[in-house]
């Protein structure tokens, strides 16, 4: 199963968002906040959606969703928190509340002082701009250590070598205590593998949402989702 390279239109079917397929572009990004029925719209959530294909990612207030190319091996989605800044991380200031369907719900953090960790857009992964760690072993909802990947690891701190694995104490001390820290918590696919999740909360603050991927029955291709509401 390959996720296909597609034209986008996001269109609400009931709660869900799916894409009309036909034509060579990729990733459906609406910046607005389209939280559909039974949810407030009077403003828009702290979180966003995220999307990635494994060449580019998109950022946005929910719904979202993606049906392309990219790497087949590889995508992901999820939600985006403002977290704070680094020198304020805790282990509660990360720690989630949420639960996998299928699969498994993983955490990264991602620190920076760039707009794509927070500006609705489409980016490339090739030029991202900001620094993230991969969670590793898990304790109470929170990963305790960070594998740090990114060009711009080293150039917010020379102390952390893209490659190293950081606790988050080594993570407040190394980098500038002002950059601003995001968590993401969502699922990951192999290109073909459905998995699913929910979170209802980000370290402080209260998250709604549903992400997974969807496998489009005929055609060998996924997309993938996120979602307001559990």
């Given amino acids: 199963m390959k996720l296909l390279r597609a034209r986008y239109l996001a269109v609400v079917l009931g709660a869900v968002v799916a894409l009309l397929i036909g034509g060579s572009t990729t990733i459906a990004a609406d910046g607005q906040d389209n939280s559909g029925q039974g949810h407030d719209r009077s403003a ?65 953090i991602w620190i920076g002082d760039g707009a794509q960790a927070s500006t609705p857009g489409i980016y490339p992964l090739s030029s991202v701009d900001f620094c993230y760690g991969l969670g590793q072993n898990y304790s109470n909802g929170a990963p305790t250590e960070f594998y740090m990947t990114g060009a711009h690891c080293g150039s917010y701190s020379p102390a952390v070598v893209p490659g190293s694995t950081l606790t988050l104490s080594q993570i407040t001390s190394d980098f500038p205590a002002t950059l601003e820290a995001y968590a993401w918590v969502g699922v990951t696919s192999n290109g073909s593998s459905t998995p699913s999740g929910s979170v209802s909360r980000v370290g402080h603050q209260t998250v709604d949402a549903t992400f997974g991927f969807i496998s489009n029955p005929g055609d060998g291709t996924l997309t993938a989702f996120v979602r307001p509401g559990n």
């Fill in 44 to 108: 828009a959530p702290t979180w966003k959606g995220e999307v990635d294909n494994g060449t580019e990612f998109a950022l946005a207030h929910a719904p979202l969703a993606d049906t392309s190319n990219g790497v087949t091996s590889y995508a992901d989605t999820g939600v985006v928190q403002d977290v704070g800044t680094v020198g304020g991380l805790t282990s509660s200031s990360i720690a989630y509340k949420g639960s996998a369907s299928t699969g498994t719900l993983l955490e990264n």
